[in-house]
């Protein structure tokens, strides 16, 4: 006897098929696995899981139930046709005829993975600071169709880029993947990987493909709250003025001109030791000032955002 799970997962890449197997480990780890091959365009899903006293019998019966119903596509393979309703159905009466108490639970959601890869990223609460497990959790995250958890596995691996190509090639396989199921702030993170590498063309295009994606399909998913989206603007700018080249979206500037300026200066505010990032921040600063507030700031404007005196004897004229 064999103690463990029967899994039962999905993929987009393959409607109409579900597969179906054991394992000894948690299945969404397994599903993290099997979503890992290279032969597979989609991640799987988990989409149920029972434990099981005797894991290796209880999927010998339920292959044996399928296959009696006609729904296996091959004989060496895990795949059968069928909904996952219909097919959870007969997991579950193997369990009551296995004397297992049914989980009648699905595994754990995508939120759930993505709150427990966030905890141990940056260490909140009792949870101990660990990138391993934060990968782990955010993959498993992604098996479930999480958005976010696409772009802070990319993020991550961007940062890692330092560590070899590969670093770098797994960034932008989890950004585009991101992408292009919907979230447009991966575009971001592609932008800040190729600021860094100098290729401005592309750091445009990627603000570009952002900038309209925002505007015409929006992801609630995404827009986890107000202060992202500006924080996306200061990264534009910042990567910009590194690039040399002439921000191209003055309206959406403009727009969030204000809080873009609250939170440039709460930033300036952090960094008072480190006098070369508090000179960058102050030409974005600058840019701000002169190019995105209304005509005449000074007048128009409360007087907490008027530009300071030490700032225009501090800023490069």
């Known amino acids: 006897m064999e103690q463990g799970w029967v899994y039962v997962l999905v993929n987009s890449s393959i409607p109409g098929m579900v597969k179906v197997g054991r394992t000894t480990r948690p299945p969404g780890e397994r599903a993290a696995e099997l979503s890992a091959a290279t032969g597979v365009a989609t991640p799987f899903v988990l989409a149920f899981e029972q434990t099981f006293a005797d894991c290796v019998q ?26 996952p309703a219909d097919i959870v159905r007969i997991v579950l009466e193997v369990a009551s005829l296995s004397g297992e108490a049914p989980d009648f639970k699905l595994a754990p959601t995508a939120a759930v993975w993505l709150t427990r890869g966030d905890n141990a990223l940056f260490g909140r609460g009792e949870t101990l600071q660990d990138m391993t497990d934060a990968l782990r959790c955010y993959r498993l995250a992604a098996t479930r169709g ?26 932008m396989r989890y950004l585009k993947e991101g992408a292009k199921r ?30 309209s994606q925002r505007d015409s399909k929006p992801c609630a998913e995404v827009e986890i709250d107000e202060a992202r ?19 191209a979206h003055m309206t959406e500037l403009q727009a969030e001109a204000v809080p873009l300026l609250h939170l440039l200066l709460a930033a300036l505010d ?10 960058r921040l102050t030409g974005v600063l600058r840019y ?7 005509a005449q700031p000074d007048q128009n404007l409360p007087q ?14």
């Open 288 to 294: 701000t000032y002169e190019n995105l507030l209304p």
């Open 58 to 83: 209880a999927e010998q019966d339920i292959h044996a139930e399928l296959d009696r119903m006609r729904m296996r596509v091959a004989a060496n393979r895990e795949f059968f046709r069928g909904s």
């Open 304 to 317: 907490r955002w008027r530009i300071p005196a030490w700032m225009s004897r501090a800023l490069p004229a």
């Open 270 to 279: 952090q960094l008072r030791d480190a006098p070369e990032a508090r000179l």
């Open 182 to 211: 919907g979230n447009y702030y991966c575009y971001t993170e592609m932008a800040r990987l190729y600021a860094a590498e100098g290729h401005a063309s592309n750091f445009t295009k990627a603000w570009n493909l952002f900038f």
């Open 146 to 171: 999480s958005l976010v958890a696409l772009e802070r596995l990319g993020s991550i691996y961007a940062q890692l880029r330092s560590k070899g190509r590969a670093g770098r090639r797994r960034a």
């Open 229 to 247: 989206y500006v924080a996306a603007l200061r990264f534009y700018l910042c990567g910009c003025i590194d690039l040399n080249l002439a921000p």
